[in-house]
Nanobody
Framework: QVQLEESGGGLVQPGGSLRLSCTAT?????????MSWYRQTPGKERELVAS???????NYADSVKGRFTISRDNALNTVYLEMNNLRPEDTAVYYC??????????WGRGTQVTVSA
């Protein structure tokens, strides 16, 4: 059973930066997982922020293109989300997900990101 743990959230001023990390345990094949970051605010559906495939193909939501960067370190079983030029509308709980080659999906518990002056 894959377990995911996010870290790195917090309170930051508009224009600031944060780096989120998501570390997977319970697997020796992290490199074969499709990894994504999602976010959710109260009353809204969870939305895809960024994803990175097993072959390092990247995908971003239009709202974060040019500001956020997703990357992975397979040796550390970790995926990152570098967030720059943060805006108040980026405030949300950020979740990491891992999708296996047989379409099993695992989720972390989330980390809160608050962008406020």
């Amino acid at each position: 059973q894959v377990q995911l743990e996010e870290s790195g959230g917090g309170l930051v001023q508009p224009g600031g930066s944060l780096r989120l990390s998501c570390t997977a345990t319970g697997t020796t094949t992290f490199n074969m997982y499709f990894m994504s970051w999602y976010r959710q605010t109260p009353g809204k559906e969870r939305e895809l922020v960024a994803s990175i495939s097993e072959e390092n193909r990247l995908n971003y939501a239009d709202s974060v293109k040019g500001r956020f960067t997703i990357s992975r370190d397979n040796a550390l079983n970790t995926v990152y989300l570098e967030m720059n030029n943060l805006r108040p509308e980026d405030t949300a709980v950020y979740y990491c997900s891992a999708e296996s080659w047989i379409s099993n999906v695992f989720w972390g518990r989330g980390t809160q990101v608050t962008v406020s002056a």
